[in-house]
């Protein structure tokens, strides 16, 4: 079986190595399985494809990418800003402390670690440089926007939910207190690293009070997503419905801050992203699929005898972290679950838990060299060299790896909360 597979791992790769999109190199090196390997007809390729698109969980990506880059192009980020930075202010590192808060707060809006980088690139560089420098900026930018992969609801829980077959809405409820861990982890490093004369004066009651009515629209936002998912209210699908529909009737309806054509810009730019993300799930349905059929995961967690849950993971954070490199987080999910499902399941690994282990593994790869997609983001926007963004994002890849290891080996951190209430 190994010498079979061969050809199929050097077509993946060599399509890659020629820079061909990555859902050439899914799909085929899944033809190639289905037809030469597996004696399959290309019907079942064409119904793989249509089988992977179909289902009605996916139908929650597209409404949250639209909601993010709405907050992206109003004014919904910027408030945000301007409510943490008012009641953060007086504490050591205050700037610092809102835009770490703020991402927090817009990754449980959107999921969308891109349009977080995008939305505070424009609105804290210039305020943060003057007070942190440009290396601490920088840093602080593109590594606290990876936040949104990791606190629900994420475009990557979804992904994974999907392919493992697993409960999309425990994996969000799951992604709670690792996304806390998290910015505790960072909330530590600012306090520590950040220079000691960056307190500002308390702000007053009034301006409290002002800030938080600029804000209450975008607020109440992830309470109502969120509250609405863990409280059984709606579907994950029909949270991202109604964050899209929000944010384009707040924006457009009550604060007025986008006209008619940015509107359409904004929904075309979201409808282009969801439509490469589909492409790629319908191309890597094929290639799990064929997978599954030549029962190599099988022979693939074969190989694994004798390591235990604990090398196991070790083992797969490293595969990952290199993974991630090199992969956009969808890629890496959707190649990776249907290979390594079934040792992960023989060693007794919980599926909520691992989703979490790869979803945090895999937002390092958003601020990493070659391809992380934060880093080209934050380079489009202000226009920086590359080299100077990858050495100020060196101390968020150390403090991301802390944080993997945490969360890999205290698995109570993910449970407990989907086991508790769910």
């Known amino acids: ?88 202010r007086s504490v050591r590192a205050g700037m610092a402390m809102a835009c770490l808060i703020a991402n927090a707060i817009f990754g449980a809006i959107s999921g969308s670690p891109p349009a977080a980088t995008a939305t505070f690139s424009k609105i804290l560089y210039e305020p943060l440089e003057k007070t942190y420098g440009e290396r601490r900026t920088l840093g602080l930018i593109v590594g606290a926007a990876g936040l949104s992969s990791i606190i629900p609801p994420s475009v990557g829980m979804i992904i994974y939910g999907v392919v493992a077959e697993v409960s999309i809405a425990k994996l969000f409820m799951a992604g709670l207190l690792p996304g806390l861990v998290m910015v505790i982890i960072f909330a530590i490093y600012l306090l520590f690293s950040c220079p000691k004369d960056t307190m500002e004066s308390k702000a007053s009651r009034h301006e409290k009070k002002e800030a938080f009515k600029s804000s209450i629209l975008v607020l109440i936002l992830p309470i ?103 992969f956009d987080s969808s890629s890496a999910i959707l190649i990776m679950v249907p290979m390594l499902a079934p040792t992960s399941m023989a060693l007794g690994i919980d599926p909520i838990h691992l989703g979490i282990v790869y979803v945090v593994n895999l937002t390092v790869g958003m601020i990493t060299p070659p391809f992380g997609l934060n880093l080209f983001v934050c380079q489009g926007v202000l226009g920086k060299e590359m080299g100077t963004i990858v050495r100020a994002v060196v101390p968020y890849v150390i403090l991301y790896i802390i944080g993997i290891i945490i969360i890999t080996y205290i698995p109570i951190i993910s449970t407990i909360l989907p086991n508790t209430f769910m």
């Open 224 to 326: 109502i997503i969120l509250g609405g998912i863990y409280g059984g209210v709606f579907t994950p699908m029909e949270a991202g419905a109604l964050s899209a529909a929000y944010s384009a009737i707040v924006s457009y309806f009550i604060l007025k801050d986008m006209n008619f054509l940015t509107l359409l810009k904004t929904l075309k730019e979201g409808t282009i992203t969801s439509v490469k993300i589909y492409i790629l799930i319908a191309s890597s349905g094929v290639f799990a699929q064929a997978l599954t059929v030549t029962q190599f995961p099988q022979h693939l967690a074969s190989l694994f005898e004798g390591v235990s849950a604990i090398g196991f993971l070790a083992i797969l954070n490293i595969i990952l972290l290199i993974f991630g490199c090199f």
């Open 1 to 88: 079986m190994i010498v079979e597979m061969i050809p199929v791992f050097v077509i993946l790769f060599l399509t890659m190595a020629l820079n061909l999109p990555i859902y050439i190199a899914l799909l085929s090196s899944g033809i190639y399985m289905q037809l030469f390997i597996n004696n399959m007809s290309l019907q079942s390729v064409v119904s793989a494809m249509f089988e992977s698109v179909t289902k009605t969980s996916l139908m929650a990506i597209p409404f949250f990418i639209l909601a993010g880059s709405i907050m992206a192009k109003g004014t919904l980020g910027e408030r945000l800003i301007d409510f943490c930075s008012v009641f953060l």
